[in-house]
């Protein structure tokens, strides 16, 4: 006979088993303020590479972060066992605030978002101007991710001993992109790595680039002490084959800087690119549409640009350039 009252012991409390198991369910998680913190170089089949106190850690991301995201650049929190010896494995339960985010879609029809790297300050565009032949609809297209996420854009040509850079150049002399030309003899040589590592310095520089155009190269010229495996170009088809599969955070050998090798990219969809923020990289023109239409694309008849440019504000040029990018959200690499 079960008792109550004052005669009831913990053998006569009955509990009634919820639907979703007998465990007491909690949504109180842990704060995780003793968390150490890391920079996630390399991501890799679930398994984050992360610098912890100038140790190598791995580590996986916690079930407490749900669907977030953690990506090459990601300022985390590691808890767990952070001596990066072997076999060990600890966890990221904390992703700090990103200062910028690079991100690309698949193709412009592709609503799906992939982040190319976090806390990146410049965009490295890497083109090659021969073998293979430079895809400028895919350089304007990698200037409108860098101006949409805020990032300082760097055109490096590439193999200029096989073709001149001008007629190239000349394309981007009204962007306001700087620009640093390179030869394989001078790669050979050695001082490519020196005239590139100027632009570098202080800075978090994401590489990006397709196939075969010498990105990974020169990477491991500015990182010796770390390289990686380089591809050639296919004959016949003109493109390189990806050798570079998983992005790479990698320090400058003088410890100011870092260089971020990325895979090569055969499209940069830019679906989810506003195009009334690329006008925040020519502020030369940004006051000329405060008389603009309201949702003015800027590349439509009664855009109040034409009147500020032909008022000499501004450079007729310039005023080609943004609507140039502008129209390669609705444009395909190839056309």
């Known amino acids: 006979m079960r008792r109550y009252g004052k005669h009831t012991d913990e053998d006569d409390i009955r509990i009634r088993p919820g639907r979703r198991g007998t465990r007491p369910r909690t949504h109180i998680r842990p704060k995780h303020e003793d968390a150490a913190e890391g920079f996630v170089v390399t991501v890799d089949r679930g398994r ?4 912890v106190d100038g140790r190598t850690v791995t580590a996986m991301r916690a079930r407490e972060l749900g669907r977030k995201s953690v990506v090459v650049g990601d300022r985390v929190g590691v808890v767990g066992d952070l001596s990066g010896a072997k076999d060990t494995l600890a966890r990221i339960v904390r992703v700090e605030k990103r200062a910028s985010v690079l991100r690309r879609t698949a193709d412009d029809d592709d609503p799906y978002e992939r982040v190319v790297v976090a806390n990146a300050d410049q965009l490295a565009v890497v083109t090659a101007l021969a073998d293979p032949e430079p895809r400028p609809r895919l350089i304007d297209r990698c200037l409108v991710a860098a101006f949409d996420a805020g990032l300082t854009p760097l055109l490096v040509l590439t193999k200029s001993d096989l073709a001149p850079a001008a007629p190239l150049l000349e394309a981007y002399a009204h962007v306001g992109v700087r620009h640093v030309v390179t030869s394989q003899q001078e790669l050979a040589a050695g001082e490519t790595a020196e005239r590139v590592r100027e632009f570098l310095y202080g800075q978090s520089t994401v590489f990006v680039g397709h196939s075969g155009v010498g990105k990974t190269t020169l990477v491991n010229a500015l990182v010796p002490e770390h390289q990686r495996a380089t591809g050639v170009v296919n004959a016949v088809t003109g493109r390189g084959r990806h050798t570079t599969t998983s992005a ?3 320090p400058l050998s003088d410890g100011v800087g870092w260089v971020i090798d990325t895979p090569g990219v055969r499209s940069f969809g830019l679906h989810h690119v ?3 923020r690329v006008i925040n990289a020519f502020p030369d023109l940004e006051p000329g549409t405060a008389e603009c239409p309201r949702s003015c ?3 439509e008849p009664d ?4 009147a500020w440019v032909a008022a000499g504000h501004a450079e007729p040029a310039r005023l080609y350039s ?3 990018l502008l129209a390669t959200r609705e444009r395909r690499e190839g056309d």
Do not use: I
């Not at 984050?48 to 610098?51: A, D, G, V």
């Not at 855009?303 to 034409?306: M, P, V």
């Open 297 to 299: 694309t800027h590349d």
């Open 48 to 51: 984050l590479t992360c610098l």
């Open 248 to 250: 790479l955070a990698l």
């Open 274 to 276: 506003d195009p009334s």
């Open 303 to 306: 855009c109040a640009l034409d």
């Open 322 to 324: 943004l609507r140039r």
